[in-house]
């Protein structure tokens, strides 16, 4: 067996039918564009983004660790519909990066294309027979409510993708739904061709998982769901101990009074982490309301998070938050690269917040953005941690992010943004504020 994939005959079967399964979907969407107009469509986005960032990892001024890079990712996908239960999809995706300033000598690379991926590739049949039942096989985006659980099948190639490796079957009954899934995701791409292959990670494990999802809108203006997720991560070098992970939850949404909406969801893990049992739990609730000014929309939010931590020397019991699928920046773009220092990046775990947001809309395609996070830590660092990064204190720091996004048409827009973040005790005495700045311009055809 190879490093968290099929063996190497596997891997040459898995690249052969999926490389014959692309061909055959183009060859077959061409002709479908002949014989039904309609039935084939396709689209390209480019998106444009320049990110900055200093002492995220450290807090440090004394140390040069900024980095400023450009990303390009272009992304080509195709559709096949020969009528309304069948839907073939696929799409191509590259993204590069320009470095202008690198810790890591990244400046000195030519700029490269990187590689060249297969993002989707799935086949799905909806209604199939005249039933309430379907399925979605093949590589494919999954995400539920506010991606609290799932939404990011490999988080260590940033947002260049998000996909899983998965067989998700549907049964949809009007306003109520029910999704099961099976995932299978390597460490690294190793079910379909790549070209330029760079050995790219996209998890530091094999992960393994199935879970259950249910969704009900029957609720006039409100939203409830309620799910069970399965996942075992296994590193083939046990550099990481072996985790099963079991999480059950529920999240309700939607209209509360007047102009105030909402949004709650709770959940708790049990399981194994090595040789320890697990024992976790997480959650969020937030509410907004939205100010009766019709000239310049304007809305205030206020909410709170909570996931837990574990302390090595209180019980036997692993007590961390696991992130399930959630690897991605659900609180702020800097913070993940911050948590890369604990348990990994993006791996939010001990982390407690009560938020304050505001929203303005100036103009009809204009909006601006401000969100403060003060964050605490529930236990102490991990253990073993860097005691020239980390203090004796619990509150992790203040966070503050501002955003201005527009669209100027269907085809085009863009968004600036400005993470800062002011550390407390949970830092050592004098860190320093950290940085994030990015700026993007995204096209949709």
């Known amino acids: 067996m190879s490093r968290n994939g099929p063996s190497g005959t596997g891997k040459l079967v898995l690249r052969a039918l999926g490389a014959a399964a692309l061909l055959c979907f183009i060859s077959g969407a061409l002709m479908a564009e002949d014989k039904a107009p309609g039935a084939f469509d396709w689209g390209y986005r480019l998106r444009l983004r320049q990110e900055y960032g200093a002492n995220l990892?450290?807090?440090?001024?004394?140390?040069?660790?900024?980095?400023?890079?450009?990303?390009?990712?272009?992304?080509?996908?195709?559709?096949?519909?020969?009528?309304?239960?069948?839907?073939?999809?696929?799409?191509?995706?590259n993204e590069h990066r320009r470095w202008y300033k690198s810790n890591r000598g990244l400046e000195n690379q030519p700029f490269e294309i990187h590689e060249l991926i297969v993002e989707n590739l799935y086949v799905e049949g909806k209604n199939l027979g005249g039933t309430p039942f379907g399925f979605v096989v093949g590589r494919q985006n999954l995400s539920y409510g506010e991606g609290f659980i799932c939404w990011d099948g490999g988080p260590l190639d940033?947002?260049?993708?998000?996909?899983?490796?998965?067989?998700?079957?549907?049964?949809?009954?009007?306003?109520?739904?029910?999704?099961?899934?099976?995932i299978s995701d390597p460490e690294r791409d190793d079910y379909l061709p790549i070209l330029n292959d760079q050995k790219q990670s996209m998890i530091e494990w094999g992960e393994t998982g199935a879970g259950l999802y249910y969704t009900d809108?029957?609720?006039?203006?409100?939203?409830?769901?309620?799910?069970?997720?399965?996942?075992?991560?296994?590193?083939?070098?046990d550099a990481y101990p072996e985790s099963d992970i079991h999480t059950i939850g529920a999240r309700a949404s939607g209209k509360g009074f007047g102009r105030l909406t909402f949004a709650v969801e709770g959940a708790l893990q049990a399981g194994g982490r090595g040789a320890q049992d697990r024992m976790g739990y997480g959650g969020y609730l937030y509410g907004r309301y939205a100010l009766p000014i019709d000239r310049v929309p304007t809305a205030f939010g206020l909410g709170a998070f909570y996931l837990s931590g574990d302390d090595p020397g209180s019980t036997d019991t692993y007590e961390g938050w696991d992130p399930v699928y959630s690897r991605w920046p659900k609180w702020g773009d800097l913070y993940i690269y911050s948590?890369?220092?604990?348990?990994?990046?993006?791996?939010?775990?001990?982390?407690?917040?009560?938020?304050?947001?505001?929203?303005?809309?100036?103009?009809?395609?204009?909006?601006?953005?401000?969100?403060?996070?003060?964050?605490?830590?529930?236990?102490?660092?991990?253990?073993?941690?860097?005691?020239?990064?980390?203090?004796?204190?619990?509150?992790?720091?203040?966070?503050?992010?501002?955003?201005?996004?527009?669209?100027?048409?269907?085809?085009?827009?863009?968004?600036?943004?400005?993470?800062?973040?002011?550390?407390?005790?949970?830092?050592?005495?004098?860190?320093?504020?950290?940085?994030?700045?990015?700026?993007?311009?995204?096209?949709?055809?």
């Open 339 to 445: 948590l890369a220092k604990e348990r990994g990046a993006g791996f939010w775990e001990n982390f407690a917040s009560l938020w304050f947001g505001l929203e303005v809309k100036p103009l009809a395609r204009v909006m601006l953005e401000e969100r403060i996070y003060p964050m605490w830590a529930p236990k102490p660092p991990p253990s073993g941690a860097n005691t020239s990064i980390f203090g004796a204190g619990s509150y992790r720091g203040t966070l503050s992010l501002m955003k201005l996004s527009g669209t100027l048409n269907k085809y085009l827009s863009a968004y600036m943004l400005w993470e800062a973040l002011l550390p407390g005790d949970y830092y050592a005495p004098g860190s320093n504020t950290a940085h994030f700045l990015r700026w993007e311009i995204m096209f949709k055809y």
């Open 57 to 93: 990892t450290d807090f440090s001024n004394a140390l040069a660790d900024d980095n400023n890079y450009l990303r390009v990712r272009s992304q080509l996908w195709g559709s096949w519909a020969p009528d309304a239960h069948w839907k073939f999809y696929a799409m191509l995706n």
């Open 217 to 237: 809108e029957s609720f006039e203006g409100r939203k409830l769901e309620a799910y069970y997720f399965y996942k075992n991560e296994k590193d083939e070098d």
């Open 158 to 182: 940033g947002s260049r993708t998000g996909y899983f490796n998965a067989l998700l079957l549907t049964a949809s009954f009007g306003k109520r739904r029910l999704d099961a899934h099976v």
